[in-house]
């Protein structure tokens, strides 16, 4: 167990459908990051947030929308999906900005998003 | 161009073989490196972190660093089938960006 917890783990949906997927970072982590996995993409940065604010984005799609709250736990909202959209979504956290391992990530076990 | 470039493979070794794994770079601006660890349907796990040229040391893995290159290299000796995962390589100037990854089976 990496200490990031990642819910629902398998998600079924269908396009035009809307889906929100949960991350609690690490204990003691402030950093939250989203990542998309497909077949023919590789890992992609989507976003991440730094105790509550917007730190970096990606490629994500507008159709796409993240937040953490103020207990340090994210939310990635897909929207009027399709079936590209179909993916791994891994959520990952590191340590405070200045620390030794503030760059080093570790991820969630993923949410496995299938749209029908 | 892609930030990252790395070979998918597949890669197939024998059991004891040493594993060479490679990436290579655009961005000058990396100054942190790293090595994850995938296996199926799992979240990436890190193998290896360095931050300056040279070789690095965990056990059976190694991990070198040319920057003058833009070249980084995972190495992995007397290989088990429990390394067979996909392993990508990561690397962080403002932003984190990851290699597609190589697929590695190491077979008994």
């Known amino acids: 167990d990496s200490g990031v917890t990642q819910t629902p783990k398998h998600l079924i949906t269908a396009t035009g459908q809307r889906v929100t997927l949960r991350c609690s970072p690490r204990?003691?982590?402030?950093?939250v990051y989203w990542y998309q996995q497909s077949l023919d993409q590789g890992l992609q940065f989507l976003i991440q947030y730094y105790n509550g604010e917007e730190r970096a984005k990606g490629n994500i799609l507008e159709r796409f929308s993240a937040q953490q709250f103020p207990d340090l736990h994210s939310e990635l909202n897909l929207s009027s999906l399709e079936l590209g959209d179909s993916a791994l979504y891994f959520c990952?956290?590191?340590?405070?900005?200045?620390?030794?391992?503030?760059?080093?990530?570790?991820f969630g076990a993923g949410s496995r998003l299938t749209v029908l | 161009q892609k930030e990252v470039e790395q070979d998918p493979g597949p890669l197939s070794v024998p059991e004891g073989a040493i594993v060479s794994l490679n990436c290579t770079y655009s961005n000058s601006a990396f100054q942190y490196f790293m090595w994850y660890r995938q296996y199926s349907r799992k979240g990436p796990e890190l193998l290896m972190y360095t931050y300056s040229s040279g070789n690095k040391e965990d056990g059976r893995f190694t991990a070198q660093v040319d920057k003058s290159s833009k070249y980084i290299s995972l190495f992995i000796r007397d290989s088990q089938p429990s390394d067979s995962a996909t392993y990508l390589c990561?690397?962080?100037?403002?932003?984190?960006?990851f290699g597609a990854g190589t697929t590695v089976t190491v077979r008994a």
């Open positions: 204990s003691g982590d402030l950093s």
């Open positions: 990952a956290s590191s340590d405070r900005r200045g620390s030794s391992r503030a760059n080093v990530l570790t």
């Open positions: 990561a690397m962080r100037s403002y932003k984190l960006s």
